[in-house]
C-alpha cells in the first residue's frame, strides 16, 4: 500500500510563491508516476501537473503551464509542486497521486490518493 502525505499550503496573496511536497511512503517511488491534482469549492477535480518516474516526462494543465514546476527527489521520496505568480483562481485543495507507469492527466488512472493540502491565494 502505498500512502501519500501533502504538505506546504498555506494562505498568501497574489503573485507569491508556494512550494507543495508529498512525501511517499513506499522505497520504490521510482516506479510510480506522480501527479498534482487541485480541486476548487464547487468544482470538480482537476490535472495540474504529472511527472514520470524517473522525472524524464512533465505535462502541466495550460492553467499553470510557465507558473508551476512538478520536481521529485527519490533520495526523499517526496514530489514537489512549485507554484509561483499564484492567482486567486488557485485557490483550492491540492491533493498528490500515485500511479504505476507513465503520467496521466486521467483522476481515474491514478490508484493513490494524500488527503490533500489546502491552498488559499487572496486578491
Known amino acids: 500500500q502505498v500512502q501519500l502525505v501533502e504538505s506546504g499550503g498555506g494562505l498568501v496573496q497574489a503573485g507569491a510563491p508556494l512550494r507543495l511536497s508529498c512525501t511517499v511512503s513506499?522505497?520504490?517511488?521510482?516506479?510510480?508516476?506522480m501527479g498534482w491534482f487541485r480541486q476548487a469549492p464547487g468544482k470538480e477535480r482537476e490535472f495540474v501537473a504529472a511527472?514520470?518516474?524517473?522525472?524524464?516526462?512533465?505535462d502541466y494543465s495550460d492553467s499553470v503551464k510557465g507558473r508551476f514546476t512538478i520536481s521529485r527527489d527519490q533520495d526523499k521520496n517526496t514530489v514537489y509542486l512549485q507554484m509561483n505568480s499564484l492567482k486567486p483562481e488557485d485557490t483550492a485543495l491540492y491533493y498528490c497521486?500515485?500511479?504505476?507507469?507513465?503520467?496521466?492527466?486521467?483522476?481515474?488512472?491514478?490508484?493513490?490518493w494524500g488527503q490533500g493540502t489546502r491552498v488559499t491565494v487572496a486578491s
Open positions: 513506499t522505497r520504490t517511488s521510482n516506479t510510480y508516476a
Open positions: 511527472i514520470s518516474p524517473y522525472g524524464t516526462i512533465k
Open positions: 497521486a500515485a500511479r504505476k507507469g507513465t503520467t496521466s492527466y486521467s483522476i481515474s488512472d491514478y490508484n493513490y
